[in-house]
């Protein structure tokens, strides 16, 4: 199968996003579960905390749409017991063992933003190693809710062993495709409105495996057929501009709310915005960015690794810059964003070089170069 370059810039654009995003988020003052607290208590204030309301709505659902869509191509060239082992090796190695190995440290600097060290000062180190270590999930919580849908993915799989649904998919036409952003809302309201205090629904709303689940699905059964993709292709610039007016509208409308409240997210405007804006940056990416270079092939051979060490240097740097230093606000995001993006990499190719690091952190298992 030709390489989908498209595909692959993509993901690692949306990474890169992601990075971003978080550097915003760690200092938001929008109640957002996480992070170190804003410069200032009013949430009407520090208007940098827009781009969590430009790009939270969509960008997770659309890795794990390209998630799915790789599997579909994946799937077609390696049986699906070699499918599970490389998603083990990939999602659930890094997020299990990883945890122990790695990123208690980044677990170790969210206790003390959220100042529960104290509490655990007295436990013995095996144990607060344990804490950290758990703590130090962040973001691969994506990589867990992806593991278990590509398990999900081989039952569904047996339920069609001829791939009519799949074939049938390929026909979908334009109106049917913008249709299918219903599944986005529906998906949404299967959040947990009123999360109950000590139980396990605030876990729930943040791993989201069902609204994330369809998606994945989505990507797999509708998106991988080439006749979509050039019905997306075709639509990506009024679709573009649909999704930017969606977009000022949501910003105006929820300016100052907390932008991961599940009622937020279930809203109409939130789930029409990040379906317009899924099918706009597909398109995009389908219609400009199908080509590659030594930038862009780097960029997708190290993007998952980006995406699972960035947090230690952001939590690292960010809690450090705040708490014990008078730098300005704008000197702070500076300072870090440098650091997240130039740091990050340079921690990725370390890391990749030590056989045992990259096997449990990384999720490699022999050190390649990325293409």
């Given amino acids: 199968m030709t390489r ?27 109640g957002v579960f996480g992070g170190i607290g804003g410069f200032v208590e009013d949430s009407t204030k520090q208007p ?33 017991g070699d499918f599970i082992r490389s998603r083990t090796l990939k999602l659930l190695v890094p997020s299990t063992v990883g945890l122990f190995v790695y990123q208690w440290t980044c677990g170790y600097f969210n206790t003390r933003v959220a100042a529960a060290l104290p509490e655990y000062s007295q436990m013995p180190a095996i144990i607060k190693w344990g804490f950290f ?64 205090p000590d139980s396990a629904d605030g876990i729930y709303n943040l791993y989201k495996p069902v609204t994330y689940f369809i998606p994945f699905l989505m990507g797999y059964f509708v998106i991988s ?49 990040a379906y317009l804006m899924i099918l706009a940056m597909i398109g995009l990416f389908l219609r400009w960015f199908d080509k590659t270079n030594k930038v862009c092939g780097y960029l997708t051979g190290c993007s998952y690794g980006l995406y699972i060490l960035h947090y230690s240097v952001l939590a690292s740097f960010g809690y450090m810059f705040k708490t014990y230093t008078s730098m300005s606000p704008w000197a702070i995001y500076l300072t870090v964003a440098i650091l997240v ?9 370390l890391l990749r070089r030590i056989p045992f690091i990259r096997w449990a952190v990384l999720g490699e298992r022999r050190k390649t170069r990325p293409e």
């Fill in 225 to 273: 057929n080439e006749s979509v993709q050039n019905r997306i292709k075709d639509m990506a610039v009024p679709m573009s501009v649909c999704a930017g007016v969606a977009c000022i509208a949501l910003c105006i409308s929820g300016w100052g709310e907390n932008n991961t409240d599940p009622k937020y997210l279930s809203g109409w405007l939130n789930c029409l915005y």
């Fill in 341 to 349: 993006f130039g740091l990050t990499p340079l921690l990725y190719e």
């Fill in 48 to 80: 940098q905390d827009i781009l969590m309301y430009i790009l939270y709505p969509w960008f997770m659902m659309l890795l794990f749409l390209l998630a799915g869509i790789s599997a579909r191509y994946s799937l077609a060239n390696k049986s699906s």
């Fill in 133 to 196: 270590a758990i703590s130090g999930t962040g973001p691969l919580w994506f990589a867990q809710d992806l593991w278990l849908f590509s398990v999900l993915l081989l039952i569904v799989r047996r339920l069609d062993p001829k791939d009519k649904f799949h074939n049938l998919c390929s026909k979908a036409s334009s109106p049917i495709i913008i249709l299918l952003g219903v599944l986005i809302y529906l998906g949404s309201q299967l959040l947990i409105f009123n999360p109950r």
């Fill in 4 to 30: 989908k370059h498209w595909l692959d810039n993509l993901r690692w654009f949306t990474v890169l996003l992601v990075l971003l995003y978080h550097i915003i988020y760690f200092y938001n003052n929008k």
